[in-house]
């Protein structure tokens, strides 16, 4: 899969994409990045890509003309390629909609600074407006990382074959149970007796138990969404009936 990031701030991008598990899918070839510099497609000699607002009012806006001339070489081999502008006015971005982006081979991904862009990039260039959550970054290159990221690593072969991204939190819409590792005792807090027990059943057992404990006390409104069995509901009352917590 191929993304095309569009900024004013290439070395923003420089290091995170190297390490790790991205890094590798880089290297393997499952996932192409092309830091594209807006301002190496400004026409003019100074370079300029930003400019005041009509009607007046504070700070910048970036110029129509580079911002379409990126897209349009970026587009050259993909005319159809799916173009994204992150924006705080965007449909929040969430594990159904990286998994939705997922299936696309080639996404663009605009990143705004400033005051954002020419409103006329939106109209002529953007099929649709991604926000990463309700605050305010300084601009979109931060919000392209995260999607990159929780993208890639839905794509075939990123993950090892020991990972995958079909247990985690949100494909079941359950926050995840509690994990530890050795030592068994630290300094007094030991590990629960049933994750050593060999007993594989009772141990899921319990995972399914922690996980529904936590996801009805810090994440109420994913309980009302996921999909109960009548065995969760049967943890759920021993939960309530145990008491700790809800
Ligand atoms: N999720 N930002 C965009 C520039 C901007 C300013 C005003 C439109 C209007 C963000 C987010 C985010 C900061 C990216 C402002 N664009 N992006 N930038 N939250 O905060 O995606």
């Given at each position: 899969m191929r993304f095309d990031i569009l900024t004013l701030f290439p070395g923003m991008f420089s290091s995170p994409f190297q390490e790790s598990i991205l890094g590798r899918a880089i290297q393997k070839e499952l996932v192409d990045i092309r830091i594209i510099n807006v301002r190496d497609f400004a026409l003019d000699k100074h370079q300029v890509v930003d400019d005041t607002p009509y009607g007046g009012g504070q700070g910048m806006v970036m110029k129509v003309e580079p911002i379409a001339r990126a897209i349009a070489w970026a587009r050259s081999e993909e005319p159809s390629a799916w173009t994204i502008y992150l924006t705080p006015q965007g449909k929040p971005f969430d594990q159904e909609k990286?998994?939705?982006?997922?299936?696309?081979?080639?996404?663009?991904?605009?990143?705004?600074?400033?005051?954002?862009?020419?409103?006329?990039?939106?109209?002529?260039?953007?099929?649709?407006?991604?926000?990463?959550?309700?605050?305010?970054?300084?601009g979109g290159e931060l919000a392209a990382m995260v999607m990159i990221d929780a993208v890639s690593r839905l794509l075939p072969g990123v993950l090892g074959s020991a990972?995958?991204?079909?247990?985690?939190?949100?494909?079941?819409?359950?926050?995840?149970?509690?994990?530890?590792?050795?030592?068994?005792?630290?300094?007094?807090?030991?590990?629960?007796?049933?994750?050593?027990s060999g007993n594989h059943a009772a141990i899921s057992l319990w995972r399914r138990k922690e996980a529904l404990k936590r996801t009805a006390l810090r994440r109420p409104d994913l309980l009302a969404k996921a999909r109960l069995t009548r065995k969760d509901e049967e943890l759920l009352e021993e939960i309530r009936h145990d008491g700790d917590g809800i």
């Open positions: 990286a998994r939705d982006l997922s299936s696309r081979p080639h996404l663009i991904l605009l990143c705004g600074r400033y005051e954002g862009v020419d409103e006329r990039v939106r109209e002529l260039f953007i099929n649709e407006e991604i926000s990463i959550g309700d605050y305010v970054l300084t990972q995958s991204a079909e247990d985690d939190s949100f494909t079941n819409a359950l926050l995840e149970h509690p994990q530890y590792t050795r030592p068994f005792d630290f300094e007094g807090r030991r590990v629960p007796e049933i994750l050593l």
